[in-house]
């Protein structure tokens, strides 16, 4: 009987490692994130150096005011945020199809699939409603709006990955509020979310799921 | 005693077929491939366990050509996934019970 048991309970046991990867994306690495939030902050210094010592434009003005919006200014940035979201994209795509095969599972499942479906939806509906508003010429909003669609979108996804993705999107989210009613600060809510957050949960990831393997 | 030994499926012995079971309550399809990564077996095991349980009714099959190849999807039938809870509950109430 004794016997028994313990084959049950390893049946039990293995039924549930299983079941876990085969409903949520694992191979999700935190260094992804500690670089996402690496390239966010010098991005941030760029546009901080560009606009605040390039061009000495008073603090807060340029965010609040449509008119100081001038196109150099508006391609310069445009770039730079571009650039961000590639060097981003790329670590991000890279450690995780690093970690992946350490963990010997194909990064291309029906899983990942789902996620970055489910990632993607609240995005690019983010990305458009931002160039509606910069068409609308409210710039002033555009901070808080890409950071509360992408703390969405990535509540939306975590419904396949780690828990930690959640509570990283719940804090996008609030950072977006805050940046919405504390206007003229964008800048530094950006830095604060894409950059410090990005870092703090990828280390906290990186600890809890990938350093002992 | 008696009556949650008995909720024990035999058919269930097989960490394959639990395994398979496993994969197919959670997802709503899965390929062969997938399966097999899954769950590292070879293409033979996998292959005859997956027909055990068709012919119990507890998965169905479905073949569709993707292109020129064919694409094997395999779903979990309700009973299949009615004989698998019932699988797993006796199993939980055997652990705790049974001590």
């Known amino acids: ?213 | 005693m008696k009556s949650i030994i008995q909720n024990i499926n035999k058919f269930f012995e097989s960490r394959v077929r639990l395994g398979i079971m496993s994969v197919l309550t959670v997802q709503d399809k899965a390929d062969f491939n997938y399966l097999k990564e899954m769950l590292n077996l070879t293409d033979g095991n996998l292959a005859s366990h997956l027909r055990t349980l068709e012919n119990k009714g507890y998965i169905s099959v479905n073949k569709k050509f993707v292109g020129r190849k064919t694409q094997t999807n395999y779903y979990a039938t309700n009973e299949g996934r009615i004989a698998f809870k019932n699988h797993l509950d006796a199993l939980e109430n055997l652990i705790h019970g049974g001590k």
């Not at chain 1, 005011?65 to 994209?89: C, K, M, R, S, W």
């Not at chain 1, 530094?188 to 949960?201: A, D, K, P, S």
């Open chain 1, 1 to 213: 009987m004794d016997n028994e048991n313990k084959k049950h309970l390893e049946d039990l046991k293995e039924i549930r490692s299983i079941m876990e990867r085969s409903s949520s994306f694992l191979s999700l690495s935190g260094l992804s994130g500690i670089f996402a939030g690496i390239f966010a902050l010098i991005g941030a210094s760029f546009a901080y150096w560009y606009i605040y010592i390039y061009h000495a434009f008073k603090r807060s003005s340029i965010i609040v005011n449509p008119i100081d919006f001038n196109f150099e200014i508006a391609t310069v940035l445009f770039l730079d945020a571009g650039i961000v979201l590639f060097l981003a994209l790329a670590s991000g795509y890279w450690f995780t199809y690093k970690n992946s095969k350490k963990k010997g599972l194909k990064m291309w499942n029906p899983i990942s699939k789902k996620l970055i479906f489910a990632l993607l939806i609240p995005l690019v509906t983010g990305g458009l409603f931002s160039l509606i508003l910069i068409w609308h010429g409210a710039t002033f909003i555009i901070s808080s709006t890409t950071l509360i669609f992408y703390g969405l979108s990535l509540i939306n996804a975590s419904k396949y990955t780690v828990r930690d993705i959640r509570y990283l999107g719940i804090s996008q989210v609030i950072i977006g509020l805050v940046d919405a009613i504390d206007i003229g600060y964008g800048l530094f809510y950006w830095t604060l979310g894409f950059g410090v957050m990005h870092i703090i949960y990828g280390t906290i990831m990186y600890f809890k799921y990938e350093k002992n393997d």
